[in-house]
């Protein structure tokens, strides 16, 4: 008599959906957009074309030398917008990795030492919470003055109380789970308690975290730029682009238009993307 071996239920993926994967995509291109941006402009940033001020973008009378049209000055709106991209990414980029860092290591330390610590820890991030952002970078700004690598800190000021609550949170939750106490006893050490074990575990709710801030370090950047706080000529930025062109709105909207669809885009897809991963890692939405 023949046994039959019913071969195992295999699980199925959930296909990614439509909108995800188009805001994937978006978010690929724009990626390789800021790393081979020298490589994609057809001009310098600084290059001037005086005999071609204002010139409209291609199919609105303009030519195929200057496809999405030229500024105040004849500098080429596509090659700016391409080291435009770039820049706002590495800013985004660099800011959420440091709120994510230090939010994170501050979680962890609440989590870990307790007592004053903890109260302090809870302080501070109770008063950053309260405090505007903008108005403490506007202070540090006018106070400090702007380089890349300041307005890149000082970014990576906003919303690092955000991964400190989660942090610490969730690694009171495991401590409560039992698992981390149970490594503890073992005898290892706080780093790897936390690094190996705690870490793992949380990490997925962290990045969620991070995708959500990303797009409003964007805007905040943007709205800085605007103001003329953000990046300084002759370097450019998408907020600094959107910041000139608001005086020639009328007359050459597409100074602004251009970068400010790119800001659009993006920040809508990275939140789209963040909510798909939010579904996808969290088992209590499954």
């Known amino acids: 008599m023949s046994s039959t071996v ?16 188009m805001a994937l995509l978006w978010i690929a291109a724009v990626l390789c957009v800021a790393v081979f941006a020298d490589q994609l402009r057809p001009y310098g940033i600084t290059q001037f074309d005086l005999r071609n001020r204002l010139a409209p ?3 609105f009378g303009g030519t195929a030398a200057h496809p999405l049209g030229t500024d105040e000055l004849g500098r080429d709106v596509l090659s700016r917008l391409l080291v435009s991209v770039r820049i706002s990414l590495l800013i985004a980029f660099g800011a959420t990795a440091i709120a994510a860092l230090l939010g994170t290591t501050l979680g962890f330390l609440a989590a870990h030492r307790r007592g004053w610590t903890e109260a302090a820890i809870l302080m501070l991030i109770d008063a950053q919470a309260a405090l505007p952002f903008l108005i403490l970078a506007l202070a540090v700004l006018a106070f400090f003055g702007n380089s890349l690598p300041l307005f890149v800190c000082l970014m990576g000021l906003y919303g690092w109380e955000r991964h400190a609550r989660i942090a610490r949170g969730l690694a009171v939750q495991a401590d409560a789970q039992g698992y981390a ?13 936390y690094m190996r074990h705690v870490l793992p575990n949380i990490a997925s709710t962290l990045i969620v975290s991070a995708t959500l801030s990303f797009p409003e370090v964007i805007l905040l950047e943007s709205g800085l730029s605007f103001l003329g706080l ?20 009328t007359r050459a909207p597409w100074i602004l238009l251009a970068p400010g669809a790119v800001v659009v885009l993006t920040t809508f897809s990275v939140s789209v993307l963040g909510d798909w991963l939010r579904d996808r ?6």
């Open 181 to 193: 106490g149970a490594v503890r006893q073992l005898g290892a050490g706080p780093l790897r308690v």
């Open 6 to 21: 019913l071969p195992l239920p295999t699980e199925r993926r959930a296909p990614v959906p439509a909108l995800a994967a």
């Open 57 to 59: 973008p291609l199919g």
């Open 281 to 286: 890692l969290d088992p209590t939405l499954g």
């Open 230 to 249: 953000g990046i300084q000529p002759p370097m450019t930025s998408l907020g600094n682009m959107i910041g000139y062109g608001r005086e020639y709105l």
